[in-house]
Every structure is written in C-alpha cells, then in structure tokens.
C-alpha cells in the first residue's frame, strides 16, 4: 500500500498537459483515468496510488513551479528511464539531466530530469541494473 494518496501539479494549458503527460508518464507504465472534460487529468499505474493530478489552480492565479522541488517516479527499466526523457522532450519537455547512471546516489541508480511545459520537474527513476 502507497503512504501517499495523490500528488498534484497546475498547468496553465490543459490540452498541453494532456499530450505530455499521456506520453511522458505512460512511457513508466501510467495510464490517465477517465474523467469528463471538466475534471482534472488523473494519472494511475496499475490501478495504485498515488493518483497524479493535472489542473488549473483553483485560485485562478497561474500555475508556477517550485525551486527545488520534483517529483520522481519509479521506471521498471532503465530503457524506461531512456523514453521518459525522450518523450519529455518530444512533447514540449525540457531537459535538467539526461538519462544515466547516477553513482552518487547509489551504484544503480539510472535516471533521468525533466521539466513539463509549465516548469514541473519530474524524474523517473530505475533501481535495477538491467
């Protein structure tokens, strides 16, 4: 069981999202969640929590990103890692660290950086040596 329930990140463009966030994060294995149009995006893998979400603030003031803060997700595959970032930079995505090994932060760890269109830093993470 997941200690966490969701994780939510704004976009200011929504239709932006959805084509970034369907590649990016369905290249580790999420799928989005049928939701009316009105709703946020809502993101799963294998019907698990955490539930990522995709939507406008509430308060209507734009959506911005944190300075230091991100968001990793786990990869089964080190080739996942390689199309997460791929996919990133194909949908709009920017990249703040290609994908490879990272000894400094353990002998297999492989990642990969990205920040969405709206500025979110994201990670995918492998921990095999795959």
């Not at 966490?4 to 994060?25: E, M, P, W």
Request: with cysteine.
């Amino acid at each position: 069981m997941s200690i966490l329930s969701h994780i939510t990140l704004g976009t200011n463009d929504k239709q932006r999202s959805t084509t970034f966030y369907d590649a990016v994060l369905g290249a580790i294995g999420f799928v989005r969640l049928p939701k009316p149009p009105e709703k946020p995006l809502a993101y799963e893998r294998d019907g698990q929590m955490p539930t990522i979400y995709i939507y406008a603030p509430e308060d209507g003031r734009p959506a911005t990103w944190g300075n230091g803060t991100h968001i990793a997700f786990i990869a089964d595959t080190r080739a996942q890692v390689d199309v997460f970032h791929a996919q990133a930079l194909k949908c709009g995505g920017i990249s703040e660290g290609k994908p490879g090994p990272r000894p400094h932060y353990g002998p297999d760890y492989y990642a990969a950086y990205v920040r969405d269109p709206d500025g979110n830093k994201l990670q995918a993470v492998c921990y095999a040596s795959d």
